[in-house]
């Protein structure tokens, strides 16, 4: 038995340890905004959190975050999480939409880490998340909007 806490929900389950935390979150919990895409952490598509850290969930065992509080795109929210979410909607960022749960959790962890993020960093930070319909611009000035939405809000 493991026990996780999930978007601030605390789940027991049977499972075996080795099982990546993305299988148990889609299958075992049933939050399937966090997607499958490369299995080998190199799209990003499976990001979530870990204890506010990004982390590729595909080649993440389940035994890793036993105890840790784990947010999926489902669960992530607070200003930084509701300002990137309409930034998105504003930029129209999204076109087939598979890469953007993993490229808005990645996004959250930058701005929370950098809240008025340069050019530079936003390339670095996202660089470990593909977008396959080539939407990196769009990407790019959504997060400048969601930073000044902060910033605006904060002052």
């Not at 947010?71 to 309409?86: K, M, N, P, V």
Request: aromatic share 4%; proline share 4%.
């Amino acid at each position: 038995m493991i026990t996780l806490s999930v978007n601030k929900k605390r789940y027991t389950l049977d499972v075996d340890p080795s099982m990546p935390l993305l299988w148990v979150i889609r299958d075992r919990i049933g939050l399937t905004g966090t997607k499958f895409g490369c299995g080998m952490a190199q799209c990003g598509a499976c990001t979530v959190h870990v204890n506010g850290e990004a982390m590729r969930s595909c080649v993440t065992p389940v035994s890793i975050v036993k105890g840790q509080e784990v947010t999926t795109i489902e669960g992530l929210s607070g200003d930084i999480g509701r300002q990137l979410q309409q930034a998105w909607i504003a930029e129209q960022v999204p076109q087939c939409g598979y890469c953007q749960s993993g490229q808005l959790m990645s996004a959250a962890t930058l701005l929370r880490e950098k809240p008025n993020p340069s050019d530079e960093d936003i390339d670095a930070a996202m660089a470990g998340n593909i977008c396959r319909c080539g939407t990196y611009q769009r990407i790019r000035k959504a997060i400048h909007r969601a930073a000044m939405r902060n910033e605006k809000d904060v002052k």
